[in-house]
């Protein structure tokens, strides 16, 4: 019994490994071999799932993957890193849903509180899905407790960004540059920041700009025209209208060269 498990370990092993190798075809190759095993154990086949479903999102097969999770999900339902890949499928598929992602990034966080990337996603899946006050919570909460992971910052500041939070953003970039001075993912995120607080000053100022004529009240003043008519001999009577004097150049003089 032994022999046979360490064999399945072993091969699980190597499936993980030539994925992060990038050798996809030869990772699900190997991931497949395991579950044609009929003595495979439950939570190694929901592992194998698991390993194939992550390379079919890296390649953008959404469907696919959510088929492997399914099954991943009906032998360990409370996996939470399985219901995390499942909210992933649903939110990067162009077709998904993100209410559906929300759900299933919101298990995962119950299932592991501690876990900033799962809080983070399901933050910003509560904006996307017009939960924003909520949306905004976790968002915070997770740049709290993992303000030097530059990948749940990412996932923070674009979801803070998609609610027009960018006093927020900045304020957490601030942080976390004090706190990882020099790192470049960080920098990178900080010039989104600012990047957008311009986009939304130029807005701003584009806006009274545009602004219609003045108001007093709620009643919008419009300039008057006063159309003056002249008299059949040609003169304009002075009570209809102003009249005007012509400008006509001085005369110059010119000085002499000397």
Same mark, same amino acid.
């Given at each position: ?33 395991? =579950? ?5 154990? =439950? ?10 479903? /992550?390379? =079919?999102? /890296? ?18 339902? /409370? ?5 995390? =890949?499942?909210?992933?499928?649903? &939110? ?6 993100? *209410?559906?992602?929300? $759900?299933?990034?919101?298990? !995962? ?14 933050? $910003? ?7 924003? %006050?909520?949306?905004?919570?976790? #968002?915070?909460? !997770?740049?709290d ?5 530059? *990948? ?7 979801? #803070?960004? &998609? ?21 470049? /993912?960080?920098?990178?995120?900080? *010039?989104?920041?600012?990047? *957008? ?8 100022g ?33 009570? %209809? ?6 400008s ?9 060269d000397r």
């Amino acid at each position: 019994m032994s022999y046979r498990l360490a064999l399945i370990d072993e091969g699980m092993a190597a499936a993980r490994t030539l994925a992060r190798q990038g050798r996809r075809s030869a990772a699900m190759d190997q991931a497949r071999r395991l =579950l044609n095993r009929p003595d495979l154990p =439950l939570v190694a086949a929901a592992d194998a799932h698991r390993v194939i479903a /992550e390379i =079919l999102l /890296e390649i953008e097969r959404f469907g696919a993957a959510r088929r492997h999770l399914r099954a991943a999900l009906a032998l360990e339902p /409370e996996h939470a890193r399985t219901n995390y =890949l499942m909210g992933l499928a649903f &939110e990067r598929d162009p077709h998904g849903d993100d *209410e559906r992602a929300a $759900r299933r990034f919101r298990k !995962a966080s119950r299932l592991v509180p501690a876990n900033a990337a799962y809080r983070a996603a399901f933050g $910003r899946a509560a904006v996307r899905s017009n939960r924003v %006050n909520r949306g905004v919570r976790e #968002l915070l909460a !997770a740049a709290d407790a993992a303000i030097k992971d530059a *990948e749940v910052l990412g996932v923070v500041i674009e979801g #803070l960004l &998609e609610t027009g939070r960018v006093k927020a953003a900045e304020r957490i970039i601030a942080k976390a540059r004090f706190l990882c001075p020099g790192t470049g /993912e960080v920098r990178r995120l900080g *010039e989104r920041v600012r990047f *957008e607080a311009a986009r939304q000053g130029q807005k701003r100022g584009s806006s009274t700009q545009d602004a219609g004529p003045a108001k007093e009240g709620a009643a919008r003043l419009l300039p008057f025209v006063h159309v003056v008519r002249s008299r059949p001999g040609g003169t304009m009577p002075l009570a %209809n209208g102003r009249q005007d004097m012509l400008s006509r150049p001085r005369p110059h003089l010119k000085l002499a060269d000397r």
